[in-house]
């Protein structure tokens, strides 16, 4: 089992900055690749970013490619997506996600964590 945590959400201009991070728990987490992705109101959940257990190869979307990266501490078991800048069309609940490969798809990850709330104002 695989527990994971986001946080670093909020409340942000356009134009600024935010960094999410995603804790991951137990005891093989630094086994699994690494994905983030979002749903915003009315939408569904949609690929942003992920990244291979070690870190060295990540893929992002075309709608963030130049402006989000995707990193992870294989320490800490914490990956992260540093967003900026952001864009009102970057409003939505993030979720982190982990699986054996890096997908792009939601049936590749295993297992989710709650999501975190990120806004943008115009």
Do not use: H
Request: proline share 4%; charged share 15%.
């Amino acid at each position: 089992q695989v527990q994971l945590v986001e946080s670093g959400g909020g409340l942000v201009q356009a134009g600024g900055s935010l960094r999410l991070s995603c804790a991951a728990s137990g005891r093989t987490a630094s086994n699994y690749a690494m994905g983030w992705f979002r749903q915003a109101p009315g939408r569904e959940r949609e690929f942003v970013a992920t990244i291979t257990r070690s870190g060295a190869y990540t893929y992002l979307a075309d709608s963030v490619k130049g402006r989000f990266t995707i990193s992870r501490d294989i320490v800490k078991n914490t990956v992260y997506l540093q967003m900026n800048p952001v864009q009102p069309e970057d409003t939505a609940v993030y979720y982190c996600a982990a699986g054996g490969w890096p997908r792009l798809t939601i049936s590749g990850y295993d297992y989710w964590g709650q999501g975190t709330q990120v806004t943008v104002s115009p």
